[in-house]
């Protein structure tokens, strides 16, 4: 168990994305604040500070989580998911086309983590309707587009992947 001194840094390792990173962090450094700067991880948005409007979430051990609402050293060991790390492969281009399709974005300041948020729900491979997509992504705020093309873009995926259409 580490102790934190606030006017030390604390070394810390973990994976991120597909690359193992070591570390040294300010005990009180948030973890949306840590991946941003320290981390190049600018997809990673920061809106409210304090866990309401989800644009912060990323993976942590594969569980959708707010970055705001962590410090940096706790990721030590784990495993961490941008939404850099979600497209570095074409996985979830049926994804990205389908935001595209349905104007499931304007600014795009919230879309890193509705996609993460999403990304979440399509590896638990359950099929939802779209009340139950809206509820699921209940946690997450868009000041733009109404929610409507949002959840319209995931159940066409979901229908698709789920061959259901
Ligand atoms: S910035 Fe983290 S929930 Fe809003
Ligand atoms: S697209 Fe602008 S906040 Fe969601």
Request: charged share 25%.
């Amino acid at each position: 168990m580490k102790t934190f001194n606030d006017q030390n840094t604390v070394a810390i390792k973990f994976k991120l994305n597909t690359k193992l990173i070591e570390k040294k962090v300010k005990p009180r450094k948030l973890l949306s604040d840590f991946l941003r700067y320290d981390c190049g991880q600018t997809g990673t948005h920061v809106g409210c500070e304090h866990g309401i409007c989800g644009a912060c979430t990323i993976l942590f051990n594969n569980k959708p989580i707010r970055s705001c609402l962590m410090l940096a050293p706790q990721v030590d060991t784990a495993e961490v998911t941008t939404i850099e790390g979600i497209f570095e492969t074409n996985e979830f281009d049926d994804l990205k086309k389908a935001f595209k399709k349905f104007h499931a974005l304007q600014c795009g300041y919230c879309t890193p983590g509705f996609i993460t948020t999403i990304v979440y729900l399509l590896k638990n491979n359950v099929f939802l309707n779209e009340d139950e997509i809206r509820k699921k992504l209940s946690g997450n705020i868009c000041r733009c587009t109404g929610y409507t093309g949002i959840v319209k873009a995931v159940h066409e995926v979901m229908k698709i992947r789920f061959n259901k259409t």
